[in-house]
């Protein structure tokens, strides 16, 4: 598998990319001297220069600094959002897939409800019911990629569930969860891993969307989202401030997007090889 | 059909009382007094209780409940705490300018999507596919609200090109459209492009070759039209999400529609106006994908409406 995976130069790029936000985000405090949340007026709105690569921003924070501090938070809300899909997801679609009857009608009702929001507004609204915050924001972005989750494992699990090995499991008496547990959540991690990743993606995109309403990590936090938010009023003088942590979140979804698919054709050699 | 399309509607309804229950809690469950929170701060403890008792906060959360479905069947969205206005009003005031710039968005994906797939696919891990792929991948890859101020840094300040804001004049459509298109033509090309390589695998299309027919008609005869139905699902459901997602870019370009006033009434704490919103979005989005649901029916006639 991981073979098949080195040969997708892309997926390649794409891990490397991560990799590397990785690294920035864990030694943040050691490759930069500045502090991400002091202030200096005295060097607000600077240009790039030798002593600030990225230049600074309009409170004379270094912009550099706070996008590595930044990765963290938006790494954190990533997998954590993911995570929460994940942890919910699996055994929701799992158990729905798997008892079906009115379990399940009741699951399908409830992910059909959290479909009916449109896309980004379904974090909007559950922010409208939170309020904002870190973990507010986790678990906004955390709901939306649930449904793809249950979805995915219920429908594996149903094509998965009269097999002959989960029939012989069941004439044996083995308790339905742990026929879930031996069976069926081995069969469907592969497709889970693909989605996992394709979803950290788009929980980026998501969470640093609210935070560039404002509505996300509250600052003075060096969250990628909230930092292009503030740029944005600075967008005609310094486009600098909304340029670098656009690119910073551009660049960290493209990597999970190119490791997702690479994953995929790598996990299912039946899927179309992509090269780029 | 019309059998088949009144089901359907009717199995729609316990999402929508779903849909209705999650944005009736949006009030109950913020902390602290709604009734406060909707009468200000500067509030006498009188004028509290009589917007309390105005809200129908101080009967038990079932009755407010039905109470507030009883009104939705009337389309009363209540009354804005900020304007004092009905927020029906200030609903279709603004309705018309997100769905003008989500249909025009779509539109746009729409061609550019399936023709960039098309191409790709019949190029297939050629250098065209290869450098279109890349491209739908940066695609879904960015941030919508980003590209959109690049746009403007682009075309706006450094070229003087375009305007940077506003709704006025035509020219000021331009970056809107764009930015909220970029996202659905990226992903609309990647589903056509698999769909039409699987399809251009498929045993019909090699037989369409057999009998010597030009590839001409093979590809747009046989395969296109068969790689296009699940695209048209995806062009439809894409439609529903621009016109919820179209919040960030009317944040961007401070575009008068639903999305800012959406923000403006989250940041000012104008809870009806916030439910107003989001219940209007998505019974549209329910709507837009049970028609793209009828839709497929009428152009694939293997779907039989049992």
């Known amino acids: 598998m991981w073979l098949r995976f080195r040969r997708n130069r892309g997926a390649v790029v794409g891990l490397a990319v991560l990799v590397l936000f990785f690294a920035v985000a864990l030694v943040a405090p050691l490759a930069t001297t500045y502090n991400p949340e002091e202030n200096h007026l005295e060097e607000a709105l600077n240009d790039p220069t030798p002593a600030h690569w990225l230049g600074t921003d309009h409170l004379g924070r270094d912009i550099l600094a706070r996008l590595a501090y930044g990765a963290r938070f938006s790494l954190v809300i990533g997998f954590a959002a993911v995570g929460l899909g994940l942890a919910v997801g699996l055994p929701l679609g799992a158990v729905s897939g798997f008892y079906g009857g009115w379990v399940d009608l009741l699951i399908q009702r409830v992910i059909d409800v959290l479909l009916s929001f449109p896309g980004f507004l379904l974090a909007l609204a559950l922010i409208a019911l939170l309020g904002v915050g870190l973990d507010k924001v986790i678990i906004a972005v955390g709901l939306g990629v649930l449904p793809a989750f249950v979805r995915l494992v219920r429908a594996s699990t149903l094509s998965i569930s009269y097999r002959s090995y989960v029939e012989a499991a069941r004439a044996f008496g083995q308790p339905g969860l742990l026929i879930i547990w031996r069976h069926v959540v081995p069969n469907v991690l592969g497709p889970v891993v693909i989605q996992a990743t394709l979803g950290l993606g788009s929980t980026l995109l998501t969470a640093a969307g609210l935070g560039f309403l404002g509505l996300g990590v509250q600052g003075p936090t060096p969250e990628w989202g909230s930092m292009l938010g503030e740029g944005r009023q600075y967008i005609f003088s310094n486009p600098n401030l909304a340029t670098f942590p656009g690119l910073a979140i551009f660049l960290t979804v493209l990597g999970f997007n190119l490791a997702g698919d690479g994953l995929r054709d790598a996990l299912d050699p039946t899927a179309d090889r992509r090269i780029a | ?306």
């Open chain 2, 1 to 306: 059909m019309l059998h088949y399309i009144l089901r359907r509607l009717l199995a729609a309804l316990p999402t929508l009382l779903g849909v209705s229950l999650v944005v009736f809690m949006m009030v109950r469950l913020l902390p602290g007094d709604p009734a406060r929170i909707v009468a200000g701060l500067l509030a006498s403890e009188a004028d509290v209780e009589r917007i309390r008792h105005q809200l129908g906060l101080d009967q038990p959360g079932p009755v407010q409940y039905a109470e507030f479905l009883g009104r939705l069947v009337h389309f009363d969205l209540g009354t804005s705490a900020r304007s004092g206005q009905p927020v029906l009003n200030e609903v279709a005031s603004r309705l018309p300018w997100t769905a003008e710039l989500a249909a025009t968005s779509i539109a746009i994906a729409a061609l550019l999507g399936i023709t960039a797939g098309l191409l790709a696919a019949l190029h297939h891990n050629q250098r065209l596919d290869v450098a279109i792929s890349t491209l739908m991948l940066f695609g879904i890859s960015m941030p919508v609200y980003w590209f959109g101020l690049m746009l403007i840094v682009v075309f706006a300040i450094k070229l003087h090109w375009l305007p940077a804001a506003g709704s006025q004049d035509p020219g000021a459509w331009v970056l809107p459209t764009i930015t909220l298109a970029a996202f659905s033509v990226a992903l609309i090309a990647r589903m056509t492009r698999s769909t039409m390589l699987e399809v251009l695998r498929a045993d019909y299309v090699r037989t369409a070759h057999a009998k010597g027919l030009v590839d001409r008609a093979v590809v747009y005869g046989h395969a296109l039209r068969n790689a296009l139905l699940p695209v048209v699902t995806v062009v439809g459901h894409q439609f529903g999400t621009l016109l919820g997602g179209a919040v960030l870019t009317e944040t961007v370009f401070g575009w008068p529609g639903m999305g800012q006033l959406l923000v403006d009434a989250l940041f000012a704490r104008d809870y009806p106006v916030v439910q107003g919103i989001v219940l209007t979005f998505s019974t549209l989005f329910i709507l837009v994908n049970l028609a793209v649901d009828v839709l497929y029916g009428y152009i694939d006639p293997r779907i039989q409406y049992a």
